[in-house]
């Protein structure tokens, strides 16, 4: 019996297993990463929102006083298991549920929702408790993940039941805790409305807010006319005033809608300014952001 040498190995078999190109994820799980929206607009009691700051201050970064911004906000006919749906002089605040530990220990630990809106939040909760027994709610951006080390800036020491007003945490003059001005033996469907809200458990499971209607749409109510494709409209050259103020003039843009768009706009719920202009060959739309500052785009027309 002869033996003859080894043959040499197999390159390709010899390869081990983690050389081997991992297999890509499945398209479904790809498309459900991009697709994904980064929140809901959705209806919820303001009294259901936690702060995340332990104190706030008594102004806006623009300066404009909290309790003159709580006059300005005006209570709208109700919708679903709402009485009344706030309408506030500033955009909706953003909300996210997520766990919380009390650190006062008056509360067992659990899962909210809050927002880093605080001041925003402060005015909602009181032009709420202001209408209580009523069931109040406000539109909000229910978000479904939370931006990398948000929860560090969260400092509440109450989970976010309580905020304190002051220029700063040694000079506070007030502090705020809805649950201590209205009446507990009052408003019971009220009560069982804030811990629903409270309690549920996800975006998908707060009660939807209606879609506002379009830019085109709010032009076409203006002009008096009923909506039509986007090819029709702009084929027009009706150029009656759409109700916005000061009419513009762009060469390169059909008339009727840069007449139409240009000038001071308010969204559908109100609770946003526009201001549409020209710029060049541009239509420019300007916003304020919530904190002092403006937000500009370009409106493209096709």
Same mark, same amino acid.
């Given at each position: 019996?002869?033996?003859?040498?080894?043959?040499?190995?197999?390159?390709?078999?010899?390869?081990?297993?983690?050389?081997? &190109?991992?297999?890509?994820?499945?398209? &479904?799980?790809?498309?459900?990463?991009?697709?994904?929206?980064?929140?809901?607009?959705?209806?919820?009691?303001?009294?259901?929102?936690?702060?995340?700051?332990?104190?706030?201050?008594?102004?806006?970064? #623009?300066?404009?006083?909290? #309790?003159?911004?709580?006059? +300005?906000?005006?209570?709208?006919?109700?919708?679903?298991?709402?009485?009344?749906?706030? +309408?506030?002089?500033?955009?909706?605040?953003?909300?996210?549920?997520?766990?919380?530990?009390?650190?006062?220990?008056? +509360?067992?630990?659990?899962?909210?929702?809050?927002?880093? $809106? #605080?001041? &925003?939040?402060?005015?909602?909760?009181?032009?709420?408790?202001?209408?209580?027994?009523?069931?109040?709610?406000?539109?909000?951006?229910?978000?479904?993940?939370?931006?990398?080390?948000?929860?560090?800036? $969260?400092?509440?020491?109450?989970?976010?039941?309580?905020?304190?007003?002051?220029?700063?945490?040694?000079?506070?003059?007030?502090?705020?805790?809805?649950?201590?001005?209205?009446?507990?033996?009052?408003?019971?469907?009220?009560?069982?409305?804030?811990?629903? $809200?409270?309690?549920?458990?996800?975006?998908? $499971?707060?009660?939807?807010?209606? %879609?506002?209607?379009?830019?085109?749409?709010?032009?076409?109510?203006?002009?008096?006319?009923?909506?039509?494709?986007?090819?029709?409209? %702009?084929?027009?050259?009706?150029?009656?005033?759409?109700?916005?103020?000061?009419?513009?003039?762009?060469?390169?843009?059909?008339?009727?809608?840069?007449?139409?768009?240009?000038?001071?706009?308010?969204?559908?719920?109100?609770?946003?300014?526009? +201001? %549409?202009?020209?710029?060049?060959?541009?239509?420019?739309?300007?916003?304020?952001?919530?904190?002092?500052?403006?937000?500009?785009?370009?409106?493209?027309?096709?």
């Amino acid at each position: 019996l002869g033996f003859g040498s080894a043959s040499p190995p197999d390159p390709l078999a010899s390869t081990p297993p983690h050389h081997h &190109r991992p297999a890509s994820p499945p398209a &479904r799980c790809r498309l459900l990463a991009v697709e994904m929206p980064l929140y809901e607009e959705k209806f919820i009691s303001p009294l259901a929102v936690r702060f995340t700051q332990d104190h706030i201050r008594p102004v806006f970064q #623009n300066g404009t006083d909290l #309790n003159r911004t709580i006059r +300005e906000i005006k209570a709208t006919p109700g919708s679903g298991d709402y009485d009344v749906i706030l +309408e506030a002089p500033f955009e909706a605040i953003e909300i996210i549920r997520w766990h919380k530990r009390d650190a006062s220990g008056e +509360e067992a630990d659990g899962r909210h929702w809050f927002t880093f $809106d #605080n001041r &925003r939040l402060y005015c909602l909760q009181r032009a709420a408790a202001a209408l209580w027994p009523k069931k109040v709610g406000a539109i909000v951006q229910a978000l479904y993940a939370a931006s990398d080390g948000c929860q560090r800036k $969260d400092n509440s020491t109450t989970a976010g039941r309580a905020v304190g007003i002051g220029h700063s945490p040694k000079l506070l003059t007030d502090r705020w805790d809805w649950r201590e001005v209205v009446a507990a033996g009052d408003g019971a469907s009220a009560w069982e409305l804030v811990q629903r $809200d409270d309690q549920l458990p996800g975006v998908a $499971d707060l009660p939807d807010a209606p %879609v506002p209607p379009s830019m085109l749409e709010l032009l076409l109510q203006g002009l008096g006319e009923k909506p039509r494709s986007f090819s029709e409209a %702009v084929s027009t050259t009706d150029e009656r005033s759409s109700g916005s103020e000061g009419p513009c003039d762009d060469a390169d843009t059909p008339a009727a809608v840069v007449g139409g768009l240009c000038g001071q706009w308010r969204s559908a719920r109100k609770s946003q300014g526009y +201001e %549409v202009r020209a710029e060049g060959q541009k239509l420019v739309c300007v916003s304020p952001d919530g904190r002092g500052g403006q937000r500009r785009g370009v409106l493209l027309v096709d």
